[in-house]
């Protein structure tokens, strides 16, 4: 699997934008990049994932570099409910479909601060 | 209930103990996993099913032994295990089969802390 490269840590206010960056060089062009996220005491959740273009939704924005070597994760305004850690992970998206377990990285440990 | 859920959410075992600890999605996927979370190391894949069958195994050893009985129900029989087994183990699913890839978002449980005396 291609490999991402991520922060150890942030810092971030509450109510002020975040960029979470993720870098992924090797990144193949079926590879998705997608993002979860562990809240203290909990599973990870997903947050959203995309291929070329930029995404939004509810929780998040993902911005793609033009030559999708990296990626960023965008928190519009961070709350201390988004204080997790932050995973970039990248899937092959022609798999074969069916299950297909992730390889999670060390990830990005995010702190709100009030 | 809705989502993942495993049972039980803590357990202390000894090293000659077993136990299995269960898992359960209300969520009609196909798809379920378990993974491995020590402190300081990234989750590690340990079992996947598709369907019922065993789809990956990743070089786990013999005292952990998954079983999935139906697409809902998903188990993880422990038995002889050492203190560095002691982690976090979560269980996920995806609706898998049909699905495109990249849309096959994972559903986690709030895992089980599992402490080997």
């Known amino acids: 699997d291609a490999k991402t490269t991520q922060p150890n840590s942030m810092e971030s206010n509450e109510e002020e934008p975040v960029h979470l960056p993720c870098n992924h060089s090797?990144?193949?062009?079926?590879?998705?990049i997608h993002w979860y996220r562990q809240l203290p005491s909990q599973g990870p959740e997903y947050v959203i994932h995309g291929l070329t273009s930029n995404v939004n939704n509810r929780m998040a924005s993902l911005a793609i570099a033009e030559d999708r070597k990296s990626s960023t994760l965008i928190l519009h305004r961070a709350t201390l409910r988004d204080a997790a850690v932050y995973y970039c992970i990248l899937r092959d998206g022609y798999s074969g479909g069916g299950a297909d377990g992730l390889t999670f990285g060390k990830g990005t440990h995010l702190i709100i601060q009030p | 209930e809705t989502g993942v859920t495993q049972t039980p959410r803590h357990l202390v075992m000894g090293m000659t103990n077993k136990k299995s600890l269960k898992c359960e999605q209300h969520l009609g996927h196909n798809a379920m996993y378990w993974y491995k979370q020590s402190a300081k190391k990234p989750l590690e894949l340990m079992f996947v099913?598709?369907?019922?069958?065993?789809?990956e195994n990743n070089s786990v050893p013999s005292r952990f032994s998954p079983e999935c009985p139906n697409s809902s129900h998903l188990f993880l029989h422990l038995h002889t295990l050492q203190p560095e087994d002691s982690a976090l183990y979560l269980c996920a699913s995806s609706q898998d089969v049909r699905g495109r890839p990249e849309d096959n978002e994972q559903f986690f449980g709030p895992g089980t802390r599992l402490t080997v005396l």
């Open positions: 090797t990144i193949s062009g079926t590879d998705y």
């Open positions: 099913y598709s369907l019922e069958e065993r789809v």
